[in-house]
Structures are given as C-alpha cells and as structure tokens.
C-alpha cells in the first residue's frame, strides 16, 4: 500500500515565523502535491512537483515556496506565517501518467496548522 | 459558477437508508474520483472512473460521460459511513491534478 505521510497532525505557530511542512511517500510517486483545504472552499492546490526539483504554482501560491530535494519528500515553507494561513494541509502524490492518462493521487492524513 | 458541483452539501440520513451524492462537471477529462474524508481529516479514495459504475461493498459509483455527472450511492448506511465525499476531476489528459468538489457532508444517526 502507498503511504504519504505529514510531519505533524496538528501545529501552532505565531504570526511571522519560518514554517515548514513536511511530506514523505514511500512509493517513488513522481508526482507530489501541497493542497490547503478551508470550510466552504474545498480542496485548493498550493504547488504541484512532478520530479525532483521541478515545481509548479498552482491556484494560490502567494505566501509559499516548496522544496523537493528527493523524489520521495515534498517540503511546503510558510515564509512568515500570517493568521490568514491557518488551514488544513494535505499533501498528496501520484504515480505520473507512465503511459495512462490519469492515475489517482494518495494523501496524507493533513497538518491543522494554526497560526496566532 | 464552480466547475465541479456537489449536491447537497449537507445530508442527514437514519441508519439503513439509501444514500445518493451527486457530483456535476463542467471542465476536465472524462473521469472522476469519489474521495472520503473522515473528521480528523485523512483523504482515502474511494474510486476512480470513466465510464459505467463501479462497486465496492455498500458503495456503487456510476458516471455518465455525455451528461459529465456522478453520483455516489451508499446502501444499507451505518454510522460509520459519516464522512465529507469529495468528487473531483483531472483538468486534462496525461496530468494527474485534480479539480475538487466543495463535498457533501454525511451524518448517519442510529
């Protein structure tokens, strides 16, 4: 079975401070994403990687920056934590499309990250 | 407009009953994946589709590719099916990102 796992379930940061999150899977997923997740918003992409140091903005990435030095970890960075940032995160991976045209992603059990 | 919807958004139900969520897609390639999120917040998925119905215990999943709509059926549902069940749709062949519903929260009551 994939396993993603997330450095922490639940964290409590003050406003300003250097946050990372981090993201391992164990099943040489290509493909790993960082998702925030907010009542009534549903599930919204952060950065998508698909390789090693390869990354992509997705739909509201302002605020953070993403490190994936190896293929097996995925690393979101808070900058300088803001209120406004208090969310669920969920990091998730895929195999790569390897010749299909869609594979199912495989997620973490979330990060509640509260900020003060 | 969002380009996947779900409805309802909340539903109560009494253990036993039939359950329906819908999902409806206006972007995205033909397929769709059913998600569920227990409280506490761990995503697992349920399935993934593009055409017919699939089953897997109590949980039935069909797709209508024409008409881009989904629904999710529970039978015989017990307390432990309450869950958030996320329908979400890849944005384009040979990308695995995904679109996501808003979900349905489900709360079964014995």
């Known amino acids: 079975d994939v396993k993603v796992t997330q450095s922490s379930r639940y964290l409590v940061k003050r406003t300003g401070e250097k946050v990372f999150l981090e993201c391992v899977q164990d099943m040489d997923h290509e493909n790993m994403f960082w998702y925030r997740q907010d009542p009534g918003l549903g599930l919204r992409l952060i950065y998508f990687s698909y390789d090693v140091k390869m990354k992509e903005k997705g739909d509201i990435p302002e605020g953070y920056s993403v490190s994936r030095e190896k293929k097996e970890r995925f690393s979101l960075i808070l900058e300088s934590a803001s209120t406004n940032q208090t969310s669920m995160y969920l990091c998730?991976?895929?195999?790569?499309?390897?010749?299909?045209?869609?594979?199912?992603?495989?997620f973490g059990p979330g990060t509640r990250l509260t900020v003060l | 407009k969002n380009e996947v919807e779900q409805s309802p958004q909340n539903l109560t139900a009494q253990e036993g009953e039939f359950i329906t969520i819908n999902c409806s897609y206006s972007?995205?390639?033909?397929?769709l994946h059913w998600l569920q999120q227990h409280p506490g917040g761990g995503i697992v998925s349920l399935f993934m589709?593009?055409?017919g119905k699939k089953k897997h215990g109590r949980l039935i999943a069909t797709i209508n590719i024409q008409e881009k709509h989904s629904s999710l059926h529970i039978t015989a549902s017990h307390p432990r099916d309450s869950a958030v069940y996320i329908c979400?749709?890849?944005?384009?062949?040979?990308?695995?990102?995904?679109?996501f519903g808003t979900g349905t929260r489900l709360q079964v009551f014995p």
């Open positions: 979400a749709v890849p944005m384009m062949r040979n990308t695995d990102k995904l679109i």
């Open positions: 589709l593009s055409s």
């Open positions: 998730a991976s895929s195999p790569g499309t390897s010749g299909r045209f869609y594979n199912e992603q495989f």
């Open positions: 972007v995205g390639i033909s397929a």
